[in-house]
């Protein structure tokens, strides 16, 4: 196990571990914890941990269960591989992280399960000899806009198939030959990448109606027989084609001070001490990208109507830390605006829709309770 692991919890209490995991199974989000106490559980090899491993394997949380099933398999309980070996046929995320635990694992059975997983995807994207459910090309309907006063058009385009195909491969082939499938010779497609692992989220278009980066949207997933649609993300300024202005979400940051003070740049010697659970929380609030999925799937938000979950969550990063406590005040003034945290609708897309599975609501219900004691406590002063 990597000790650098965010969340690994670094405890020899097996009994402390265990009902740690039982209390947090009960919670459908921020299982960074739950995640951690596996982890440790699975190198202390302790049997008692074997009860509440086997709960964990029905959790909604495709960590948390692939997790478990790892360390059931190393305290020699068969029912691990199979677990995992069963999730081979479920829906594609669930997939995706049991293919990578097996792996990990040197079992006959996951060796051989691995095997004719790969033959069956393999057979399904090859094409038949008759030819009626061959995929030879893949088309992609493009809303486009030369400029932002201009008026949007649909426009399609075909590139030939070839398995592991991302949007953004489809997008650069078009790019070499920008020819719309009547055969009208077009301008290239406008789009923003940079990372291409899903880190940076300027890639973040409108796929097939959903936010999602178009460098780890495999067309393999996205029914490659069917026109694929994308479009730019409705909640921001379109500036050209696929391109949108997302700078109203880092004039929000500005806004909530999402940044700690400290004055100078010299060596500050230790930081403060934190709890390892409040280090998990924050570690996944750190991994916002600013992609603005989140926003794109929140009835509230445009218009300068509502601040947002993203803002909100930042918020809640930076007053966490013990240092970053100490301009809390201006923080939570900054959402107590007319386009604040009480205009959120508790739709919940937004924790649905996040690519990085942040725990947004998590965020809001705590910073709704501190901008309440923040409002009371600050009219009781006057």
Known sequence: MDFRDPFYIDSNDVEGLVVLIS????????????????????????????????????????????????????????????????????????????????????????????????????????????????????????????????????????????PNLNIISCLM????????????????????????????????????????????????????????????????PNVRDLVVDRSEMFDHLKRVKAWIEIDGSYDLGPGPKMSQEDVSERYAYSRCMTCGCCLEACPQYGDGNYIGPQAIAQVRLMNMHPTGKITRDERLSALTGEDGITNCGNAQNCVRACPMSLPLTKAIYEENRETVIHGLFGWLRK
């Open 23 to 162: 209390e947090k199974l009960g919670q459908k989000h921020g299982q960074d914890t739950t995640i951690g106490a596996i982890r440790r559980l699975a190198d202390l090899k302790d049997r008692r941990a074997i009860p509440v491993l086997r709960q964990s394997l029905t959790h909604s949380n495709v960590t948390v269960k692939t997790d478990a099933a790892l360390a059931l398999h190393k305290f020699g309980e068969s029912e691990g591989v199979d677990a995992l070996i069963s999730w081979l046929s479920s829906e594609e995320r669930l997939r995706q992280r049991a293919v990578g635990a097996l792996e990990k694992i040197n079992d006959p059975r996951a060796v051989e399960a691995l095997r004719r997983a790969s033959s069956t995807q393999r057979s399904s994207l090859t094409p038949s000899h008759s030819g009626s459910h061959s995929i030879k090309e893949v088309v992609l309907r493009i809303r486009r806009r030369e400029r932002q006063d201009a008026a949007a058009r649909w426009e399609e385009f075909s590139v030939p198939y070839r």
């Open 173 to 236: 082939e078009i790019r070499k030959n920008p020819v719309t499938r009547d055969g009208k010779q077009t301008t290239p497609p406008v789009w923003e990448m940079n990372c291409l692992e899903q880190v940076c989220g300027i890639c973040t278009m409108v796929i097939n109606g959903r936010a999602r980066q178009s460098c780890s949207a495999l067309v393999d997933n996205l029914e490659p027989h069917k026109p694929i649609t994308l479009e730019p993300m409705s909640k921001f």
